[in-house]
């Protein structure tokens, strides 16, 4: 009886990521406004089967929200706390910034939850603090940056700005035209060379 | 009676035009689920003398992007064929489409029409060719400015699309924050750098 528990358990189990998975594919392609219905026919499930595994579809987006800030990519502590140069925790910072978006799934969920006014109060609380936090680690690392001379100078606030822009357009050319982003995504240090200082050329050396 | 006449119209016109700037408002804020009562409370008239002035919603959008698309901002042909070096038509190119955001109004608008599955088909198309038309008037410009070494090497198109997600980056963030967008707006020169060769450093022309 253990051995038949534990074998239902993990097909349950199995069933529910199969619905998440469905899930994600769903929203990142209609939006939020996707039905349990339409989850369902993604999953090839039936409607009653989805709601055995799933209570609502908030408790699915919930679920999926909590996924994507667990996620490595979401995580700023190993770039800002590795050891490096600011520059080059920078750049390792900025690289997984724009690399993660070639996944777009969750940050087009994300961006769903924040846009949304179906979107539960609290999930768009979680998502906007994780922005900040994202902002502030970043700005923080431009500032050092630009100390060491690693960084251009300028308006910090405007150089996070510009690489939040960046990584804003990259999802929204992914969900609206899915096949030439995965085509032509560009290159992550074509990104950093928003943030790189001008070298000295030989002509000004000389002058 | 033609004096009248012509006073008449000129008021004509002044309604019109001020029911048009109030639907551009309201379109940037609401997107174009916006109503046609939206549009006539924002611009203080009443819903009938609303649809005095324009038949439909539909026509006022219609009229809202062949402005856009005549605008000087959303013009190529200057910075194509103006004199100078591919390098120098390129920063003018890119600085007036990045300048050219500060006042999203109208490219919030080109968005919604992209974006609604329930804008007008041709409207969209129309956007839809604006759109590339620009990307390869871009792509050109990037192609002979790496020919003559003004621009960083690479992948083309992969500089098309940073340059675009860029822009649509910055109308995101117009859209969802636009009091932090008008304090932190980057300077064009920001995302120029996306372009910028890298100079040769001293050391390296030593070597």
């Known amino acids: ?17 199969k619905i998440l998975e469905a899930a994600k594919r769903v ?5 939020l406004t996707a039905t349990m219905d339409d989850i369902a ?12 595994y799933w209570a609502s579809k908030e408790a699915i987006v919930s679920e999926l929200v909590t996924q994507a800030l667990r996620s490595p990519a ?5 770039p ?3 050891p490096g140069t600011p520059g080059e925790r920078l750049k390792s910072l900025v690289r997984g910034f724009v690399e993660s978006r070639r996944h777009p799934e969750f940050y087009l969920l994300l961006d769903q939850v924040l846009r949304s006014p179906d979107a539960p109060e609290e999930l768009r609380t979680l998502v906007r603090q ?14 050092e940056g630009q100390a060491t001379g690693e ?4 308006d910090p606030d405007q150089l996070v700005r510009a690489i939040f822009a960046c990584g804003d357009g990259l999802l929204r050319w992914a969900h609206h035209d899915p096949d030439d982003f995965q085509e032509h995504f560009p290159d992550a240090d074509i990104f950093l060379r928003i943030l790189a200082p001008e070298r000295t050329s030989i002509k000004e050396e000389m002058e």
């Open 130 to 143: 994780r922005s900040k936090q994202m902002q502030e680690g970043l700005r923080h690392l431009i500032v």
């Open 151 to 154: 960084v251009a100078a300028g």
């Open 80 to 82: 800002l706390h590795t």
């Open 27 to 31: 929203f990142a392609r209609k939006g």
């Open 74 to 78: 979401a995580d700023l502590h190993p």
């Open 41 to 52: 026919a993604e999953a090839v499930v039936s409607h009653g089967l989805a709601y055995h």
């Open 1 to 17: 009886m253990p051995r038949t528990e534990e074998v239902k358990q993990r097909l349950r189990d199995e069933q529910r990521a």
